[in-house]
């Protein structure tokens, strides 16, 4: 057995037990494998071992690497999610290569994302980014902001709106991390309560799974506990 899939049934054993915890279903808790700066290979090594959703962050890296996992692996049912930051300029490739996009938070991305998905696919899946700590310099809408947002995102044609995803402050403390996780679950209480319909919180990494699925995340998004130490960020 590889060390990525040693390390995938360790990260399995880490969301199964803090399911139990939760008095949640292991189930309800899909694991997205962020394979940014790893190469195909590893990628690979891991569909080999039964993962089948990776995250991608920088565009041109990722596009190269479906390219060559769907060369040695043509029939694999992979699914990709797009994580990072999006510049209007890259919307076409992304609307046209990725299953997911979790780092929508502005209309204008999210009409070009509807305007180039490719006729006869499925709609693209979107999750809003939160900025849920306020901080200048994280990415994502206001939380005052999001409502009006995904409102607008259900009128497109080409995207289905599943639910919000943030990147909270760097917290040690399990009960801060949850705080962090519980203003985001809330937001998404709220939307629900409006009419809208979500049913995805994507958040927790590595560091704070723990507390991600006490608070309801549905897709945690786990990179160094997988494939190792990256070489950049």
């Known amino acids: ?10 990260v399995d054993a880490t969301i199964r037990a803090a399911s139990n915890t939760a008095g949640r279903d292991r189930a309800s808790i899909q694991l997205l ?8 290979e590893a990628v690979l090594e891991a569909i080999a071992a039964g993962q089948r959703a990776f ?7 990722a596009l190269d690497k479906m390219a060559a ?9 992979i ?20 299953n997911w996009v979790h780092t929508v938070e502005r209309l204008k991305i999210a009409q070009r994302l509807s305007e180039q998905r490719p006729a006869g696919m499925a ?14 310099s994280k990415s994502g809408a206001a939380a005052d902001e999001v409502e009006e947002l995904a409102r607008q995102i259900t ?3 080409n995207l289905k709106l599943r639910g919000l995803m943030t990147i909270p402050e760097l917290e040690t403390d399990e009960a801060r991390q949850r705080a962090g996780f519980a203003r ?26 723990a507390a991600a699925i006490a608070e309801g995340a549905t897709i945690v998004r786990v990179g160094s506990a997988i494939f190792g130490v990256r070489n950049y960020d």
């Open 1 to 10: 057995m590889s060390t990525i899939a040693h390390k995938l049934q360790a």
């Open 33 to 40: 494998a962020v394979s940014k700066s790893f190469p195909a």
């Open 55 to 61: 995250g991608e962050n920088y565009l041109q890296e």
């Open 69 to 77: 996992v769907a060369a040695a692996l043509p029939a694999a049912p």
């Open 79 to 98: 699914e990709w999610h797009f994580i990072g930051p999006i510049q209007s300029n890259k919307t076409r490739p992304i609307a046209a290569g990725f």
């Open 123 to 136: 709609p693209l899946n979107i999750c809003i980014q939160v900025n849920t700590s306020g901080e200048a």
């Open 155 to 157: 009128l497109l044609p």
């Open 184 to 209: 985001l679950r809330l937001l998404a209480d709220g939307l629900r309560a409006g009419g809208i319909e979500l049913d995805t919180l994507s958040m927790g990494m590595s560091a704070d799974l």
